[in-house]
């Protein structure tokens, strides 16, 4: 039970992330958290590597869509591994 709230937090915290990057970096201290929180329940690592990556740079339309992709990269693992 206390997995699945804090996968759910995490997905919250990532999705309001993803909502803002097109406005500023998203490269976050709660982002990171969410990301690490993420770590042990995708059985492939590059969306969160691509995903904290992307939330980093100066171009907010790279920002964006790398952000974007990597969101839903991150959304199927979870999907995949039953964690969400």
């Known amino acids: 039970m ?3 709230t804090s996968i759910n937090l995490a997905v919250q915290i990532l999705r309001q992330a993803m ?3 097109g406005e500023a970096k ?4 709660p982002v990171r958290l969410a990301l690490r929180v993420l770590l ?3 059985p492939e690592k590059w969306p969160l ?3 904290w990556d992307s939330a980093g ?4 339309i790279g920002r964006s869509q790398g952000v974007t992709a990597a969101f839903n990269g991150i959304v199927r693992q979870l999907r995949r591994s039953g964690a969400w």
């Open 40 to 42: 042990p329940h995708c």
């Open 57 to 60: 740079q100066e171009n907010e």
């Open 2 to 4: 206390r997995d699945r």
């Open 19 to 21: 909502t803002d990057s």
């Open 26 to 29: 998203c490269d976050t201290v």
């Open 49 to 51: 590597t691509t995903f």
